[in-house]
């Protein structure tokens, strides 16, 4: 973490504000100061509470009934809603644009246009992250007894009494764990508000981009880079010790024993509005992806899929898009396994031990989700490029940068599980003659698979990715952004169909995944 997080953040930073070996501090008071940059904050900071919380208000529901409701094709929806998360946030920005801009599905419908305002941020961003909140709560949801929640209701306590003193505060830790992702996601959002949000709107991570790409200003780039730093360190503070302060071991069962049909019209009621809600907020966005891909000027057809094969002579790419496909399942894989094994012993560690010193632990742990993807990035160019550690042009950088992003989803996602874990479990294990290792692959692995997760958030990663990423090895991500940044119906088609391969490859991923935490009775 030090290594290949903290040098390279160093690096950028003191690169800005140092001159000639004299710091020039004077800098952090000119931009703090500058009305400008305080209307940036400003709308950073507030467009990310207001997503946070339409996001939660609209997945927790979602949460609940893949929890608690077997209903046909639960295992395929929970994949597909998953899809999102995923994609490229460019490519986010884009589907969102052909649904809600000019010449969009909302303007040809009914004349009605949301682009270049705070409501197609919003609505992009909840799309970006239900899946955040559905797997994160959803999967300790699954695996609460239901039998407490009942004898609380046979005490005389009404179902929303019994749920509000029973259920919801056994899922503190896990509400909190998702809103602390989805703030930190929003609060460093950057295609989804460029694209979206035109020159009107921008947040820090849109202005650092800007200030370190387009006006090579370093210094401002830095100290931007510090306020996003000193703002997410102190949300994350926060966050650990109230989590803390509401942890609680749970009795975790069997989520296959938890989930059963719906009963009742509130309940069939409840199924129908969260399927709704996935059918516009999800299903739709996706579904005009995919159509812009088929679309192409002879008719609806594979034509721009075909095209992928070829490199073409607009000298995009040196080599078929096509191979960015593979090149991403490479670097996603080995990110997955990098972030599986590193945040799974930080969790492990997190769990035996008290003190303020882990939870100053856990909150560094997070704090690449709040870091600037475009200085990590850039970072890793100024610093690691001298032996032994030149990586500039070893095939590891990519998946190294992917890792630091799939790190805190790992622990994010397996840390209440384990809390939650009765520890008299672990010890029975152990007197029936099990290892430690053994101990950890029966009790502690079935109920946290985090590497869907991981292998969802290395797929995607952008933001860093696209400063490492050689030009004959891109990514999927990269490739749609190149692709999406030149003019063309040639080039924007091209950039469809490989999203549109980028959400098969994601789907099928999470199903094989689903279907191993089913087998094992766990949860990711």
């Given at each position: 973490?030090?290594?290949?997080?903290?040098?390279?953040?160093?690096?950028?930073?003191?690169?800005?504000?140092?001159?000639?070996?004299?710091?020039?501090?004077?800098?952090?008071?000119?931009?703090?100061?500058?009305?400008?940059?305080?209307?940036?904050?400003?709308?950073?900071?507030?467009?990310?509470?207001?997503?946070?919380a339409l996001t939660l208000l609209i997945a927790l529901p979602g949460a609940y009934v893949f929890a608690r409701f077997d209903f046909p094709g639960r295992q395929l929806l929970r994949?597909?809603?998953?899809?999102?998360?995923?994609?490229?946030?460019?490519?986010?920005?884009?589907?969102?644009?052909?649904?809600?801009?000019?010449?969009?599905?909302?303007?040809?419908?009914?004349?009605?246009?949301?682009?270049?305002?705070?409501?197609?941020?919003?609505?992009?961003?909840?799309?970006?992250?239900?899946?955040?909140?559905?797997?994160?709560?959803?999967?300790?949801?699954?695996?609460?007894?239901?039998?407490?929640?009942?004898?609380?209701?046979?005490?005389?306590?009404?179902?929303?009494?019994?749920?509000?003193?029973?259920?919801?505060?056994?899922?503190?830790?896990?509400?909190?764990?998702?809103?602390?992702?989805?703030?930190?996601?929003?609060?460093?959002?950057?295609?989804?508000?460029?694209?979206?949000?035109?020159?009107?709107?921008?947040?820090?991570?849109?202005?650092?981009?800007?200030?370190?790409?387009?006006?090579?200003?370093?210094?401002?780039?830095?100290?931007?880079?510090?306020?996003?730093?000193?703002?997410?360190?102190?949300?994350?503070?926060?966050?650990?010790?109230?989590?803390?302060?509401?942890?609680?071991?749970?009795?975790?069962?069997?989520?296959?024993?938890?989930?059963?049909?719906?009963?009742?019209?509130?309940?069939?009621?409840?199924?129908?509005?969260?399927?709704?809600?996935?059918?516009?907020?999800?299903?739709?966005?996706?579904?005009?992806?995919?159509?812009?891909?088929?679309?192409?000027?002879?008719?609806?057809?594979?034509?721009?899929?075909?095209?992928?094969?070829?490199?073409g002579e607009g000298g995009t790419f040196l080599v078929p898009p096509l191979e960015a496909v593979w090149n991403s399942v490479q670097y996603a894989l080995a990110a997955t396994g990098?972030?599986?094994?590193?945040?799974?012993?930080?969790?492990?560690?997190?769990?035996?031990?008290?003190?303020?010193?882990?939870?100053?632990?856990?909150?560094?742990?997070?704090?690449?989700?709040?870091?600037?993807?475009?200085?990590?990035?850039?970072?890793?160019?100024?610093?690691?490029?001298?032996?032994?550690?030149?990586?500039?042009?070893?095939?590891?950088?990519?998946?190294?940068?992917?890792?630091?992003?799939?790190?805190?989803?790992?622990?994010?996602?397996?840390?209440?599980?384990?809390?939650?874990?009765?520890?008299?479990?672990?010890?029975a294990a152990a007197v029936l003659g099990a290892s430690p290792l053994r101990v950890w692959r029966e009790v502690d692995l079935p109920l946290v698979i985090a590497a869907g997760f991981?292998?969802?958030?290395?797929?995607?990663?952008?933001?860093?990715?696209?400063?490492?990423?050689?030009?004959?090895?891109?990514?999927?991500?990269?490739?749609?952004?190149?692709?999406?940044?030149?003019?063309?119906?040639?080039?924007?088609?091209?950039?469809?169909?490989?999203?549109?391969?980028?959400?098969?490859?994601?789907?099928?991923?999470?199903?094989?995944?689903?279907?191993?935490?089913?087998?094992?009775?766990?949860?990711?």
């Amino acid at each position: 973490m030090r290594l290949f997080f903290a040098w390279p953040v160093a690096a950028i930073v003191g690169r800005g504000l140092r001159v000639d070996g004299v710091w020039h501090l004077g800098r952090i008071g000119e931009v703090i100061t500058d009305p400008d940059i305080g209307h940036v904050l400003w709308f950073t900071t507030w467009q990310a509470l207001a997503s946070t919380a339409l996001t939660l208000l609209i997945a927790l529901p979602g949460a609940y009934v893949f929890a608690r409701f077997d209903f046909p094709g639960r295992q395929l929806l929970r994949a597909v809603v998953t899809v999102p998360f995923v994609l490229p946030t460019v490519v986010v920005g884009t589907a969102f644009l052909a649904l809600l801009g000019r010449g969009g599905l909302l303007d040809e419908l009914w004349g009605v246009r949301l682009d270049t305002t705070v409501w197609a941020i919003l609505l992009a961003h909840v799309f970006f992250n239900y899946a955040v909140v559905v797997r994160t709560v959803g999967g300790l949801w699954a695996q609460l007894d239901p039998r407490q929640e009942e004898a609380a209701r046979v005490l005389g306590a009404s179902r929303f009494a019994a749920w509000r003193t029973v259920t919801l505060p056994a899922l503190g830790p896990a509400v909190a764990a998702a809103a602390l992702m989805v703030f930190l996601f929003t609060f460093t959002s950057f295609g989804v508000v460029q694209i979206l949000g035109g020159p009107t709107f921008s947040t820090l991570e849109v202005e650092i981009y800007r200030q370190t790409a387009q006006l090579l200003d370093l210094p401002t780039a830095a100290v931007l880079t510090l306020v996003q730093f000193a703002a997410v360190g102190s949300v994350l503070a926060v966050h650990a010790w109230t989590v803390r302060r509401r942890e609680s071991a749970l009795k975790l069962v069997d989520p296959a024993r938890t989930a059963r049909r719906p009963r009742g019209a509130g309940q069939w009621t409840l199924l129908a509005a969260v399927l709704a809600v996935i059918a516009v907020l999800i299903l739709l966005p996706l579904g005009v992806l995919v159509a812009r891909s088929l679309d192409t000027p002879d008719g609806y057809g594979f034509g721009y899929f075909r095209s992928l094969q070829s490199v073409g002579e607009g000298g995009t790419f040196l080599v078929p898009p096509l191979e960015a496909v593979w090149n991403s399942v490479q670097y996603a894989l080995a990110a997955t396994g990098i972030a599986v094994v590193v945040g799974g012993l930080a969790a492990a560690a997190l769990t035996r031990r008290g003190g303020r010193l882990v939870r100053g632990f856990d909150a560094l742990l997070m704090l690449p989700l709040g870091v600037s993807a475009v200085t990590v990035g850039f970072g890793f160019l100024i610093t690691l490029d001298r032996p032994p550690l030149d990586l500039r042009t070893s095939w590891i950088l990519v998946p190294l940068a992917q890792a630091l992003v799939g790190v805190p989803f790992v622990v994010r996602t397996m840390l209440p599980v384990l809390r939650a874990v009765d520890g008299r479990l672990r010890e029975a294990a152990a007197v029936l003659g099990a290892s430690p290792l053994r101990v950890w692959r029966e009790v502690d692995l079935p109920l946290v698979i985090a590497a869907g997760f991981a292998f969802a958030v290395s797929l995607g990663e952008f933001g860093a990715t696209v400063f490492i990423a050689r030009p004959d090895r891109p990514t999927l991500p990269v490739a749609v952004a190149r692709l999406l940044g030149r003019a063309g119906d040639l080039n924007y088609g091209q950039a469809m169909a490989l999203s549109t391969i980028l959400m098969v490859v994601c789907a099928v991923s999470l199903l094989l995944l689903e279907r191993i935490r089913t087998d094992r009775t766990g949860e990711f």
